[in-house]
C-alpha cells in the first residue's frame, strides 16, 4: 500500500515506453553545434531565401499547387516556424550552459594557476633576499683588491720609514 501513495514515485511507470540512451556528452556537442550554426549569418540568409520561397511559392503559383492558404496568413509557414523556434530556444539554453561550466572550469585553472604564480614569486622574492643578505656578508672583489692595495702601501710605508742603513740580516735578529 505504501507504492500506492501520489508522492511517491513510481519505477514502473514506463513499462510501455522504451528509455533512450542518449550520451549527455554527445546530445551536448549536436545542441552546440547547432546553437553554433543558428547564430550564423548563413543561417539568417538560409531561414530568409527559405520564408521568401515559401511566401512566393504559395502566393504566385497556381491554386491547386499551393500547399499553404494566404489568406488565413500562411498557417502552415507560422506552424514551421513555431517548432522551429520551439527547438532552438532549449538547444541554445543548454549550449549557453555547457559553455558556463567549461567557463567555471577554466576560471577556476586559472585561479589555482594564479595562486601558483603568486606562491613562485614570493619564494623567489624570498630566496632573493636571502641572496644579498649572504653577498653581504661575502668579500666582493672590489673589496678584496682595496685591502691588498691597502696592505702593500701599509707594506711600502714601513719600507720607507725603516732605517736606511739597517741591513736585513740586523732585522732578522
Known sequence: MADDRLDTPLSARRRFLPRARVSPDAF??????????????????YLTV???????????MPERIRFDDPGLGFTVLTLVLSLQAS????????????QADRDRVAAEQDRVRGERNLADTEYLAREMAALRLALNDVATRDFVRGELRNLVEELEERDRD????????????
Open 28 to 45: 551536448g556537442e549536436g545542441s552546440e553545434a547547432i546553437a553554433r550554426f543558428i547564430g550564423t549569418p548563413r543561417f539568417l540568409v
Open 87 to 98: 527547438y532552438s530556444a532549449p538547444l541554445i539554453l543548454l549550449a549557453q550552459e555547457r
Open 162 to 173: 725603516r732605517d736606511p742603513g739597517e741591513d736585513d740580516g740586523a732585522r732578522h735578529r
Open 50 to 60: 527559405f520564408c521568401a520561397g515559401w511566401l512566393l511559392w504559395n502566393t504566385l
